[in-house]
């Protein structure tokens, strides 16, 4: 399953989109642009919940998320979780600084692998 909606009377470049790419061998890439916040959230998370199966590595690109609010970062924080206890991989992707400036304030460190790229992530 896919996103693409725009919302009317907002710019293009605040636009959110999710796409699931299957690296193979249990690995996904998950790539979000835009917001990732109240409006969208939900949407992420019915993406990633199915691909967190034990011994599943999910990527999350994050690179091309603008805007990060606590429903984005819950749904980070709870990818994350359910990886953990069900033994699957969970890693984030160089989030832009003004996201990472967030993940920093709500102590995030423990609780979420960040890489500085796709391959990176994907490799462990």
Do not use: C
Not at 32 to 38: N, P, W
Not at 84 to 90: D, E, L
Request: glycine fraction near 12%; charge should be negative.
């Amino acid at each position: 399953m896919s996103y693409d909606h725009e919302y009317k009377g907002i710019a293009p470049m605040d636009r959110f989109g999710v796409s699931v790419g299957d690296s193979g061998q249990g690995r996904y890439v998950v790539t979000v642009r835009g917001e990732l916040d109240l409006a969208t959230a939900d949407r992420l998370w019915a993406e990633l919940e199915p691909l967190l199966a034990p011994e599943t590595v999910v990527v999350l690109d994050g690179t091309e998320i603008s805007f990060l609010d606590s429903s984005g970062l819950r749904v980070l924080l709870q990818a994350g979780n359910r990886a953990t206890s069900g033994g699957a991989a969970f890693r984030l992707v160089a989030p832009q600084q003004a996201v990472q400036r967030v993940l920093d304030l709500a102590g995030t460190g423990d609780h979420l692998q960040t890489r500085d790229t796709v391959d990176e992530a994907l490799a462990g």
